[in-house]
T-cell receptor, first 114, second 112 residues
Framework: DGGITQSPKYLFRKEGQNVTLSCEQNLNHDAMYWYRQDPGQGLRLIYY???????QKGDIAEGYSVSREKKESFPLTVTSAQKNPTAFYLCASRNRRDPNEKLFFGSGTQLSVL | AQSVTQLDSQVPVFEEAPVELRCNYS??????LFWYVQYPNQGLQLLLK??????LVKGINGFEAEFNKSQTSFHLRKPSVHISDTAEYFC??????????FGTGTRLLVSP
């Protein structure tokens, strides 16, 4: 079945440590997105990519980095510069040329600080 | 810049009662509007969307929404809710710049 896979489901970060969240899709989508979800704040866009080897900052990119070396993969690194990383992280993808512009979401990764 | 406002952070309702979840948006250009649902510890699923045409949009699980351009609203309704509808609901707007802007969400709590 086609879909988006995020791993791990739960992740713990020590102070000063970088951690990487995985996002893989087999939907042949060009566009991929990373959102951060905090209680009462909805979803906020961290980074997005519309094509391989290209990505743009979203609204809250500071303290995060991404890469897009393959169409199906869009990993997110939470760096030590992100001082408040505890949140639920959601990856999504979309067919860039689809006029309906429906987003497909992964099941998320809960990141917590030790 | 476009934005989305969901005024109600939580809506409690009894099973089989009707419900309306409110969403207002601001944008100076044509918009695409969406409602997504999130069950606990999961990603979001699309409930329905408005792109153009009829202002009354029907979605999955018996939900519908009405686009009102003059009031810049896109409220979500269901005539009779079930326990299984307990979830968080997000309104979102896309003005075609490949970015979706989400509201802060409304938690629907259905009790027996």
């Amino acid at each position: 079945d086609g879909g988006i896979t995020q791993s791990p489901k739960y992740l713990f970060r020590k102070e000063g440590q970088n951690v990487t969240l995985s996002c893989e899709q087999n939907l042949n989508h060009d566009a991929m997105y990373w959102y951060r979800q905090d209680p009462g704040q909805g979803l906020r866009l961290i980074y997005y990519s519309q094509i391989v080897n290209d990505f743009q900052k979203g609204d809250i990119a500071e303290g995060y980095s991404v890469s897009r070396e393959k169409k199906e993969s869009f990993p997110l690194t939470v760096t030590s510069a992100q001082k408040n990383p505890t949140a639920f992280y959601l990856c999504a993808s979309r067919n860039r040329r689809d006029p309906n512009e429906k987003l497909f979401f992964g099941s998320g990764t809960q990141l917590s600080v030790l | 810049a476009q934005s989305v406002t969901q005024l109600d952070s939580q809506v409690p309702v009894f099973e089989e009662a009707p419900v309306e979840l409110r969403c207002n948006y601001s944008s100076s250009v044509s918009v695409y509007l969406f409602w997504y649902v999130q069950y606990p510890n999961q990603g979001l699923q699309l409930l329905l969307k408005y792109l153009s045409g009829s202002t009354l949009v029907k979605g999955i699980n018996g939900f519908e929404a009405e686009f009102n351009k003059s009031q810049t609203s896109f409220h979500l309704r269901k005539p009779s809710v079930h326990i299984s509808d307990t979830a968080e609901y997000f309104c979102a707007v896309n003005t075609g710049f490949q970015k979706l802007v989400f509201g802060t969400g409304t938690r629907l709590l259905v009790s027996p």
